[in-house]
């Protein structure tokens, strides 16, 4: 069995091995971190991006481009320019695929060797019969590179284009400068590799004869100590009882996932974390049983398998803790050497559990606790805030709106529709766009539209609960109140829609996606968007409701209510 595991073992190294052997391509350098702004190219428009400081072998890199929206693909031809005599040096094309925000697109131009102190540029462009416009990603602003210009004009957006220069090599330099699963498996080779070292004869059996010396002068000194201090009744150097059971590796896999969903309850629902809350605690499981059919005890398994879920966990959260986050071909190597550290830290610890599992077991039910007290503090505010939601709790809202009282209920009740366009820029200060056929298609339909606003606070939350409640965001919430979650709370349960609805309307709330605002406790009906069309769902179900929604979303099946498209 022992040769057998050892002949596998060299065989899965030698894989991993042999797998690194053909050539790696890898990002050399970006152009930094995308910002979430865009620029837009209209048809026949071209966009030039400095390169900065390149040296040796160029011939690929990555960029960030997209088509608009529900059009067809469209062609864009890039260049290698030398800048200083606007020669061509190579030429390429790619697809631009449509879609809503820019994607990845490699663009794959012949090998060129740059020479000493030659500056090249990117040139972007597609023809003036192109389908539609194609959207560019920026960075955010970089020393020494400039932002990109449109036809020849800086552009005053917030960066340079995102690009990225690739490298193609082979071997460990590749692996270990590539994507991060070339890491990877070359560190599973080299623990594989281990494995099966440690397993021959020929370096078993020195390192078992060390081992045994080293054990009995363990004892021997263990011996000495007990004759010098004696021991105490009832005294065990293994840990019994619950406490002395393994568990902590299924605590510490959960802890981080639950943490998650305690810091972002306004986000996400409980549901979405139950997946990768069994996936972890499978793997787990899975870790220390199969590490049990080696080890021949739980006491080591579990401290590997810790191990292995700590340095996996927190490996992200070292990465963005420093700013700038710090390379993966840095940091990759770092967390393999700590890794193994740890693991060796835990079998050897874990020969002798003792008070150590007790202390491991404690510190992650601890760590676990932490979090699912942040959760039932946030589930039982919701739930106290909306036992007492009434027209009462608004009152002190209305007075200082309408300080003459509430006004009638009349007939003339004019539609209300009241439009969120969720990070869209004001017309004014929209960059390389013009959406006035927009502005002027709503305008023509009645809308208002607040052409010099600005909103109230930097987040959707915030300035939602303070707008439907007609009020800053200080007087909304509770003085004594989590502000986030009071927020969250007072823009489902606004004091608009119940002033509209003590004045005989009825409350059409559009599905958002997202949470925060996906529903209103509120209204009359929501109205949510899927695959197969709008759904609506409610207490009012009548015709009235039916015919505005209707009139809102012409040649839409609304199947909650009848079998024929309105």
């Not at 078993?204 to 010396?213: M, N």
């Not at 009882?241 to 998650?260: E, K, R, S």
Request: glycine share 8%; net charge neutral.
């Amino acid at each position: 069995m022992r040769s057998f595991v050892r002949l596998a073992s060299a065989l899965v190294a030698l894989g991993l091995f042999a797998s690194l052997g053909p050539p790696v391509t890898y990002v050399a350098s970006t152009s930094g971190t995308l910002s979430g702004d865009i620029l837009i190219a209209w048809p026949g428009s071209g966009v030039q991006q400095a390169l900065g400081p390149l040296n040796g072998q160029v011939g690929q890199f990555y960029i960030w481009v997209s088509a608009a929206p529900g059009t067809e693909d469209v062609t864009v031809r890039a260049s290698l320019v030398d800048a200083a005599t606007n020669e061509t040096v190579r030429q390429t094309a790619i697809e631009a695929v449509p879609a809503v925000a820019p994607t990845r697109r490699p663009l794959r131009f012949p090998e060129y060797v740059v020479q000493e102190g030659q500056q090249l540029s990117l040139l972007l462009h597609s023809l003036p019969s192109a389908p539609a416009y194609v959207a560019y990603a920026l960075v955010d602003p970089q020393p020494g590179l400039a932002s990109p210009s449109m036809n020849t004009v800086p552009d005053q957006g917030s960066g340079p284009l995102a690009f990225s220069r690739m490298r193609t090599s082979r071997g460990l330099p590749a692996a270990i400068a590539g994507e991060p699963s070339g890491r990877v498996r070359l560190a599973l080779a080299a623990v594989f590799g281990a494995f099966a070292l440690l397993l021959s004869p020929r370096v078993a059996t020195p390192l078992k004869a060390a081992g045994s010396a080293g054990r009995r002068t363990i004892l021997q000194t263990t011996a000495r100590v007990r004759r010098f201090g004696g021991s105490r009744a009832g005294e065990s150097t293994s840990a019994r009882g619950p406490l002395g059971v393994p568990w902590y590796p299924w605590l510490i896999a959960a802890a981080p996932i639950i943490h998650f969903l305690a810091s972002n309850q306004l986000v996400f629902a409980a549901t979405e974390a139950v997946g990768p809350l069994l996936v972890t605690l499978i793997l787990v499981t899975a870790s220390v049983v199969g590490l049990r059919l080696f080890l021949k005890d739980w006491h080591r398994p579990a401290a590997v398998t810790a191990a292995l879920t700590a340095v996996t966990f927190g490996y992200g959260h070292v990465e963005t803790a420093f700013d700038p986050p710090i390379d993966e071909r840095v940091l990759f190597p770092v967390a393999v050497v700590a890794l193994a550290a740890a693991v060796s830290a835990a079998l050897r610890a874990a020969r002798s559990p003792g008070r150590g599992t007790q202390f491991l077991n404690v510190a992650a039910a601890v760590l676990l606790i932490m979090p699912l007290i942040s959760l039932a503090i946030g589930w039982a505010e919701p739930s106290e805030r909306a036992s007492s939601a009434s027209e009462a709790q608004y009152d002190d809202l209305w007075a200082h709106v309408f300080p003459s009282g509430l006004p009638t209920p009349t007939d003339q009740r004019p539609d209300i529709y009241y439009l969120v366009f969720d990070e869209y820029p004001r017309h004014d200060v929209f960059e390389g766009f013009d959406n006035a056929e927009f502005r002027r298609a709503l305008e023509s339909r009645g809308f208002y539209i607040a052409s010099r606003a600005t909103s109230n606070f930097k987040t959707t939350t915030l300035s939602l609960a303070s707008t439907l409640n007609l009020a800053y965001i200080q007087d909304v919430v509770r003085k004594d109140s989590n502000l986030m979650g009071d927020a969250f709370d007072r823009g489902r349960h606004h004091a608009i829609g119940a002033l509209l609805k003590h004045l005989g309307y009825a409350y059409i709330h559009l599905d958002s996606g997202i949470k925060p605002t996906d529903i209103s406790p509120l209204a009359d009906t929501v109205a949510t968007f899927t695959p197969q069309g709008i759904r609506a769902t409610g207490e009012d179900m009548g015709g009235g409701i039916q015919t505005e929604l209707s009139q809102c979303f012409p040649g839409i099946l609304f199947a909650s209510w009848c079998e024929q498209p309105p």
